[in-house]
Structure formats: C-alpha cells, structure tokens
C-alpha cells in the first residue's frame, strides 16, 4: 500500500473492513478487534488516525516499535487459533501510520483466551452468542457440515422405502431387497451412507428421506407466491403453503406451481401445435435444483420462488460461500456447501452436477441476473419475462 491509497482510505471513513485507531487499543480491545476481522471478510486496523475525526497523528519510531511488539502478541499467544497478520508503517504528509492488514481467515471461529466470538457488525464488533451463527462459523472454516447433524426425536422408521429403494438401485444397480439379503438392516445402510446414526436420521437423510421431514424443519423448504404486478404489494393470483414431504416432493410441488403460472406459447403456427413454457421448463429445473441442493442449511428460512408479472425471483437463505462470486458461478466454477447433501441428492433430483447447471440455464435462456446479497445473506436469481 501507498501513500496515495492509504489517504484515499482514510478519506471514504471506517466500515466493516477498515478500522481506525488514535494509538494502539489495550491488548484485549486490540485482541477482539483481530478476531472480529478474521471472523469476518477480513480487513486493517489503521494507528495513528483519529477515529473521530479522521486526523493523522503519527507515532514515534519507539511506538512503532512497541505497538508491533505488542501486535506480535496478540496474535501469536491471545488468539485460538492463533492467526498470521501483516503490518507496514507508511508515511502521510510526513506521519508514520502503522497499517495492519487482517485476512478472512480458514479456521473459523477464532475466539479470545475465554473462549469468546466476535464479528464485526458494520464499523463495531459483537459477540456470537447465537447458535445457528457460530455453527456458520464452524461450517466456513470447514469443521462442521449442516447435513452431519442429528436431527433429534426423528426416526428412520418414517422413511419413504420406495424412494430409498429407487436411490439405492439409481447409486448402486441393486434393490433395498438385495442389501438386506446380503445381511444388511435397514439401520446399516443409513449409518454407511452417512443418513442416520443410532435410529435418528441426519440432516441429509431427513431431508431426502423422511415422509414427516416438514414436521422437524419446516423452514428448509420452498414457498411460491404469484402476483398480478411487478411489486411485493400486488394483489396475489396464486400461493403455496410451505411445500410437505422429502426434497423430492417439493422440488415437484414447486415445479408444478411455476407451471400453472407460465404462459404457454404454441412451438408453431400450426392448430394442433404443443404448447411450450414461455421460459423454458429446464431453465427453473436447473436454478431449483441447484437452490435446494446449495442453500445454506444453517439458516432457518425457506426459498422463496415469486412469481411477477415481469419476473421470476428464486431466493436462497446464504450469500456464496468463500470467495465465490457470480462471475465465477456463471463460468462453471463452483464450491460444495453441503456435499453429503449433493452425493444423495444427485440421484434423487435432476442434477447434472460438474457446476454446469447455471450455465446450462444461461445458455437456455439468457435474460437471467443474479445477486450476492452479502448484508442480507441471501442469493437470488431474477428470471425476466420478456413477453410479460
């Protein structure tokens, strides 16, 4: 960084990914600060700006000094697991100004010697005392998946046995009947493919197997709604309750409901002609599946399918994970949120996998845009009807 760019900082203010400080905070305060970058999208902690005002006020060679020495601390010996920074003094209109640059970091949570969390929440830092964020937590630094977890009172005895004998034969090339000839319960071949443990399904199995799934998570679901307008206020021509059953059923009762309100146009001029979707049928198969199968299964909301006059909006409860972009989604390129999820569900659902589904639908029908809505933790994809 350079004098230039650290003025041009220094002038747009703090926010959730640049800090200033007067001089360099108590080791505790300056502890949290870290935690809540690295716990966060990363960012620098400027000393030597006023944090009121924005004014420099340069340190000493000798405070230089003691405020790396004190840096070097913090990180290595107050901080679990300990996290690697990287500071540079730069001179202002002759000012030292000690930049200390705090990456994302990959092995969330970071925590205090107490053991406490911290984010930051727009220019300040929190506490994560909420469950289902520092499960977040765990899963973005790779410690903990959403599909592994036991789904507690639920039991493998409500599992739909004709879609898991499908899945079995579509994976495997053999029925439920042959397993169990072979000497395998029922009970076995959940806990092998990672669906069940101790007669309590896991989220994934949950999820793809268990008829009475909506009765645990009624949240991690889908719900349609058609409007006669292009606004949230206009008046509803048609709605779904939350969707019942297995990932399979709603992913049906989904498609179903876009169905009944697409237009249908005649492939030709001919009397008889079939009729076709106005946007294609694999257009919505594809972004559905590719919803279910990706969403964020910490998060305790459901998809959204809005039906507008003018367009077609499929929210997903997350932003993309990691470093993922839109551009990066749109070439191909993808990151497994929920992979025990996707191994099942890539027999059950229509997926084609190999992250060319959004592609696909690009190719079917370009007139899509879509939105990493970060300070929401949403996705959404917008579908635009061009003869609406």
């Known amino acids: ?169 579509k994976k495997y090339k053999k029925s439920l009947n042959e397993f169990i000839q072979e000497k395998l319960s029922l009970e076995q071949i959940l806990e092998n493919l990672n669906l069940a443990k101790n007669r309590e399904f896991l989220l994934t199995g949950l999820l793809s197997f268990s008829v009475k799934r909506h009765n645990f998570y009624p949240q991690f679901s889908i719900q349609c709604v058609s409007m006669d307008g292009s606004i949230i206020g206009s008046t509803y021509s048609d709605s779904e309750n939350i969707l019942e059953g297995t990932i399979a059923d709603i992913f049906r009762g989904a498609m179903d409901f876009i169905g009944r309100n697409m237009k249908k146009v005649p492939e030709t001029t001919g009397f008889n002609s079939p009729a076709k979707w106005e946007i294609p049928y694999e257009v919505f198969e594809e972004l559905l599946v590719n919803a ?58 229509p997926y084609k996998g190999l992250g060319t589904g959004i592609t696909r639908s690009f190719s079917l029908y370009p007139d899509i845009t879509m939105e990493n809505k970060i300070d929401e933790n949403q996705f959404k994809v917008v579908i635009h009807r061009t003869n609406g």
Do not use: W
Not at 305 to 316: G, H
């Open 292 to 349: 279910l199968v990706h969403r964020d299964y910490f998060i305790s909301s459901t998809i959204k399918v809005l039906v507008f006059s003018d367009r077609v909006e499929i929210i997903s409860p997350g932003k993309l994970p990691n470093s993922l972009t839109v551009e990066n989604i749109k070439n191909g390129i993808s990151i497994i949120r929920n992979p025990i999820l996707l191994s099942t569900v890539q027999y059950i659902l």
């Open 1 to 169: 960084m350079n004098e230039k760019e650290l003025v041009d900082i220094i002038k747009r203010g703090e926010s959730s990914t640049v800090q200033f400080k007067e001089r360099l905070p108590h080791i505790d305060s300056l502890v949290h600060e870290i935690i809540a970058f690295a716990n966060t999208k990363g960012g620098c902690l400027l000393i030597g700006v006023n944090d009121k005002t924005g004014e420099l006020n340069g340190l000493s060679f000798s405070e230089i000094q003691q405020s790396n020495s004190e840096i070097v601390n913090a990180v290595s010996q107050k901080i679990f697991p300990s996290i690697r920074v990287i500071t540079e003094t730069i001179s202002v209109e002759g000012q030292n100004i000690i930049v200390v640059r705090i990456e994302e970091g990959v092995n969330k949570p970071y925590k205090d010697r107490n053991g406490i969390v911290y984010v930051k929440n727009g220019t300040d830092k929190r506490k994560v005392t909420s469950n289902d964020e520092l499960a977040r937590l765990l899963r973005e630094g790779g410690l903990l998946y959403a599909e592994e977890i036991p789904v507690k009172g639920s039991s493998t005895d409500d599992i739909d046995l004709k879609q898991f004998d499908l899945f079995l034969f």
